[in-house]
């Protein structure tokens, strides 16, 4: 048996599991119609004001984001763990953190990044301007990934346990809300006309912690859940 | 132990009580309502102080796999939030008569909110896991993954508060007359050991959960009869 | 000054009574909470013993 190079690995892992995201592209469908939603719901529930809406549209979005993130987490690892490849993976020689990382990657491309694809269709709706839908996706861009990655470790803490949705958004939303706060703030303050770029920096902040130890802690709890 | 806890408890609530109420002085500002003070800002330091302490005690128990700082954990999880619960409620009840309002989105109290969230989280995870050293486990990791995100929720939550330009929130009167500096370190003792005398309870009747099987327990005098 | 004055907290009542009300209610729940889950399991502890006894 050849050795794997780490990228090897990864790259291997985040094909695997988006081949297996198109074998039922009815799962990632649903995240999104869910997403356009909830957000299209918001307009019916506090009315058509243009101006209202304008202000609510960066909260709204993000939130709906924040939800519909949430609503695909269950899958990320209940599958691998169903059929047995996820009990393969511990015994992998190369480190369980890059598997993790790999799987969050995947997932967050058939997840996170339709949301973000979306996103300007619904800001059209909400009357955002060209600048602030600009700003929106690339704070989009830098915050889901960072939902995935801490939503990863709920995932794997609440791994085969009864009741395990309402749970992992439990565990999960409370940790979520800098990115939540930083990502709307991003694009209220152009509204506002205030600097950008350090909304934009502190999500990115957030990213690379995340990207630091999210994946061994998402690890870690896989060992215990999986003992 | 848990009746010197108890009982030292008992005598520090009657002793803060009687200085908070009798012989603190009515302030000039908040007239009597800045009386809730003496329950409120004990109640709020203990609950984010047991968090930390539950959060350590957590981590002990993954590290070094010590069954009983994991049981101390679980048993510190209540006793916190309702402590937390209690910080949010009289807070509610003094910032309506002070600030006109039961509640304000200042950090402070975003981040009490959050704290409790994090304690339900806990709660829920090491209840809904059977095997309980997994929950113990699993749980500690939660722990200890909140701790490191309380002083990010707190600065991302004061940031944003600013940018809102939100309701600026400030205790008054920060000299405050010695009477009240007693009676609010009274209180703050007495809180502290009713929750040292409480946790010590629970850890018993977990422990016996827990080691049901084992000799001593069946030794026991409660038992035999 | 006389227990109606104490107890009318200067127009502060209810924020004052209702906070120190809560504490209280919250504390003695929670240990008759503690006292009940102790009674029970010391309960099903003697059940086995006596169980095994037999």
């Known amino acids: ?227 | 132990m848990v009746p010197w806890f108890a009982c030292s408890a008992a005598i520090m609530f009657v002793a803060g009580l009687y200085i908070s109420f009798f012989v603190a002085p009515t302030d000039v500002q908040q007239s009597e309502a800045y009386r809730i003070m003496f329950i409120h800002v004990p109640v709020s330091i203990l609950s984010m102080f047991i968090y930390l302490v539950m959060a350590g005690y957590a981590a002990l128990g993954l590290i070094f796999n010590t069954r009983l700082s994991s049981m101390m954990a679980s048993a510190l999880a209540p006793t916190g939030a309702l402590l937390a619960f209690l910080s949010l409620w009289t807070g509610a009840l003094w910032g309506k008569p002070m600030w006109g309002a039961w509640w304000v989105w200042d950090a402070r109290l975003t981040s009490e909110l959050i704290l409790l969230f994090l304690y339900l989280g806990f709660i829920a995870l090491h209840a809904s896991i059977d095997d309980p050293r997994r929950a113990d486990r699993a749980s500690a990791l939660l722990a200890i993954l909140g701790s490191v995100n309380v002083p990010i929720i707190y600065f991302s939550v004061q940031w944003w508060n600013t940018l809102h330009q939100g309701a600026s929130v400030k205790l008054t009167g920060t000299s405050m007359h010695v009477a009240m500096q007693q009676g609010m370190y009274t209180m703050m003792l007495a809180v502290w050991l009713y929750a040292i005398t409480i946790s010590l309870i629970r850890v018993r009747s977990i422990i016996l959960e827990r080691e049901s099987k084992a000799q001593w327990v069946s030794e026991l005098m409660e038992i035999k009869r | 000054m006389n227990w109606g004055e104490f107890f009318a907290m200067n127009g502060y009542a209810w924020y004052v009574w209702g906070s120190f009300g809560m504490a209280l209610l919250i504390f003695i729940v929670e240990m008759v909470m503690v006292r009940h889950r102790r009674t029970v399991i010391l309960q099903q502890l003697r059940l086995t013993s006596n169980a095994e006894d037999l």
């Not at chain 1, 990228?7 to 198109?22: E, F, K, P, Y």
């Not at chain 1, 749970?167 to 990115?179: A, D, E, H, K, M």
């Not at chain 1, 506002?192 to 995340?210: I, P, W």
């Not at chain 1, 061994?216 to 999986?226: D, F, G, K, P």
Request: with cysteine; hydrophobic share 60%; glycine share 8%.
């Open chain 1, 1 to 227: 048996m050849n050795k794997l190079s780490l990228i090897g690995l990864l790259s291997i892992m985040i094909r695997r599991d988006l081949v297996l995201a198109m074998r039922r592209r009815a799962d990632v469908v649903t995240t999104l119609i869910f997403f356009v939603i909830v957000v299209s719901l918001f307009p019916l529930g506090v009315g058509p004001e243009a101006d209202m809406l304008r202000n609510m549209a960066p909260g709204v979005i993000w939130v709906a984001a924040l939800l519909a993130s949430m609503l695909s987490l269950g899958r990320l690892f209940s599958a691998d763990h169903l059929d047995g490849t996820l009990e393969q993976m511990l015994l992998v020689p190369q480190s369980l953190s890059v598997l993790v990382l790999a799987k969050i990657l995947a997932h967050w491309m058939v997840s996170g990044l339709p949301l973000v694809i979306m996103a300007p269709v619904l800001g059209l709706q909400f009357d955002m301007t060209a600048q602030s839908i600009g700003v929106l996706i690339i704070a989009l861009l830098l915050g889901t990934p960072t939902l995935s990655m801490i939503g990863a470790v709920g995932a794997a803490l609440t791994l085969g346990l009864r009741g395990g949705g309402a749970l992992v958004s439990l565990l999960v939303l409370p940790l979520c809300i800098p990115v939540l706060i930083f990502g709307a703030g991003a694009v209220e303050a152009v509204i506002s006309g205030t600097s950008v770029s350090s909304h934009l920096s502190l999500l990115g902040a957030l990213l690379v912690m995340a990207l630091a130890f999210t994946p061994w802690v998402t690890a870690l709890a896989l060992r215990i859940s999986m003992e």
